[in-house]
């Protein structure tokens, strides 16, 4: 017994139960919140893409203009002296050294310009540097002989201290030469001109000024043959740390892991020089780490979840007091309940105010508890309903079993046991569909409700699999399985009517008997189910006895 004032076992299973209001200011406050969740990681994830093709596009049209750039004063460039070679009078050595140091004075860009002979002797030359020097081995005057020549970045070591550099630094140039020639083509000497490199420097810091809000921007510039020429100090001269990068793009960006550990969006573009100039094949790469890029998405996505736990704060309040209108009188009916339910006689369930559903469940639930109370009729019917295969009114396998259990259990007695399946019965289902299956499965049952005798118990298992036991009683024959057998089959293989369509479906039938097979029930129902299945393998639409040396072995 529960001692006076201790609430039984019961009462505190209830009192620990979450109570409506309670269940539903919670609910409000996880469905907000996970909305907002949601959002905000969606919200976020699309602002990033949209924000990462952005600053993607944006790079690779830094490096887009700076490649055009680069190609463009090349092209002006080699245009220059190509022009300037054409001049007669450059021949004479005089006015190539008046025309040379004028050209020097208006173009800061260019460190050296000079003229040579045939033989590549240094004819005039600015600020009569290597003046009568021999650069006949040289790149610049050996192409400069063939034509027009625009050489890559390159060292020079014979003007190191003698151009405006940086201290330490030995000088980097671009050549550009053409050939000085006579009336009939044949070459004379030669133009030639060292630019400075510093030009490109100049151009990024062109480019780069109006960006300066881009924290950690980096630009590079890559010759034809990957190396870095322009970077930061510890890349120049070096190929690019990220080999894959130039391999796969054209003109475009990624966002890629550099060897430093840190993710960067990278825009690549490509000089493919402009008109009659072929180009360099410099490469320019512009980069920012992704951190940054992405940190003003992380911001608007921890705002809006932000905002989803104080509305979720507040949708919660709000949903505790509008579930007190629903949790009062709900709380009446379940007291009510409770009380029928410890067996106090004399209550009944409250008619109570409020929502319309909810004094319709008072209603109904007073309905039911009159029936329950004062009808046995229901509570029989209610017990059949749980027997009973819906779909066919045939028993189902809870009351086969309970029936097989109760007819067997004393040990007395013996019984024939038949399991059947329908052979076909799948293809109808995908053809014509489930409610076409279940008119099959309907008339069916019926059919096989009609061929076994008034003691006899068939019923359906689940599915397409019905079972039927045959008890033998005293002073009766035995059943003829095999005659009963090909009744049942024949039965089933006339054909069933669907919307005016006529289909047919098959059976298999296995067949065991108690206690003659085994004294155990449960092994004679087993010896059943081999025998049908022994039925299916040797060709379907047949029945088969269960015997221990044919399906027996096979088992």
């Known amino acids: 017994m529960t001692p006076l004032g201790q609430p039984s076992g019961k009462s505190k299973r209830r009192n620990r139960a979450l109570g409506l209001r309670a269940t539903v200011a919670v609910t409000v406050a996880i469905l907000v919140l996970g909305s907002t969740v949601v959002t905000g990681l969606m919200v976020g994830s699309g602002a990033a893409d949209a924000l990462k093709q952005e600053i993607g596009d944006s790079m690779t049209g830094l490096a887009q203009s700076l ?17 300037l070679s054409r001049i007669e009078a ?24 000079g003229m040579t002979n045939a033989d590549g002797r240094v004819m005039a030359a600015s600020g009569g540097l290597l003046l009568g020097a021999d650069i006949s081995t040289r790149p610049v005057h050996q192409e400069g002989m063939k034509g027009l020549f625009v050489g890559d970045v390159h060292e020079a070591v014979a003007l190191r201290g003698k151009v405006p550099y940086l201290e330490g630094e030995t000088p980097k140039f671009v050549d550009v030469s053409a050939p000085l020639q006579r009336a009939d083509g044949t070459p004379v000497g030669v133009l030639a001109a060292h630019y400075s490199w510093e030009w490109a420097y100049a151009s990024i810091r062109q480019l780069t000024e109006p960006l300066s809000d881009r924290r950690e921007l980096t630009l590079y510039i890559l010759s034809a043959d990957g190396s870095v020429l322009i970077g930061p100090d510890q890349a120049v001269g070096k190929p690019l740390p990220v080999p894959a990068l130039t391999a796969k793009l054209r003109d475009g960006w990624s966002a890629d892991r550099w060897p430093d550990g840190v993710t960067y969006v990278t825009g690549v573009a490509y000089g493919r020089g402009l008109h009659d100039y072929a180009g360099l094949g410099w490469t320019v790469i512009a980069r920012q780490p992704a951190n940054l890029v992405f940190a003003e998405t992380n911001r608007l996505r921890l705002s809006i979840i932000g905002s989803g ?19 009062r009188p709900l709380g009446s009916i379940a007291g009510a309940a409770e009380r029928i339910g410890d067996g106090e006689r004399g209550v009944a369930i409250p008619d109570v105010g409020g929502a319309a559903e909810i004094r319709r469940l008072s209603v109904s639930l007073r309905d039911m508890v009159d029936s329950l109370t004062n009808k046995d009729a229901a509570l029989m019917r209610l017990e059949d309903i749980a027997y009973e295969d819906r779909l066919t009114a045939l028993p189902n396998r809870r009351y086969f079993e309970q029936y097989v259990e109760a007819s067997t259990g004393s040990g007395g007695g013996s019984a024939t046991m038949m399991y059947i399946d329908l052979d076909g019965f799948k293809p109808v289902n995908d053809r014509l569909g489930h409610d076409a299956g279940d008119a099959v499965l309907r008339q069916v049952g019926g059919r096989l409700a009609s061929i076994f005798r008034d003691d006899d118990v068939i019923a359906r298992l689940g599915g397409d699999e019905f079972a039927a036991v045959l008890p033998r009683r005293a002073g009766r024959p035995a059943p003829d399985t095999e005659e009963l057998a090909s009744r049942i089959i024949a039965a089933v293989n006339e054909p069933v009517s669907i919307n005016g ?29 081999a025998a049908l299945y022994k039925a299916k393998r040797d060709g379907r639409n047949r029945a088969v006895r269960w015997t221990r040396v044919e399906v027996g072995a096979e088992g």
Request: net charge negative; proline share 3%.
């Open 67 to 83: 490649a055009r750039q680069l190609d463009s004063t090349m092209w002006a460039r080699a245009n220059q002296i190509a022009a």
């Open 90 to 113: 450059l021949k004479d050595p005089a006015v190539a050294q008046s025309t040379i140091d004028e050209l020097k004075r208006r173009d800061p860009t260019i460190a050296w310009i």
């Open 309 to 327: 736990i104080l509305l979720a704060l507040l949708f919660s309040v709000i949903g505790w007091f509008a579930a007190g209108r629903i949790a």
């Open 501 to 529: 369509e006529k289909v047919r479906v098959g059976c298999s039938i296995g067949i065991a008997s108690w206690p003659e097979d085994d004294g155990d029930m449960a092994t004679v129902m087993r010896h059943a189910d």
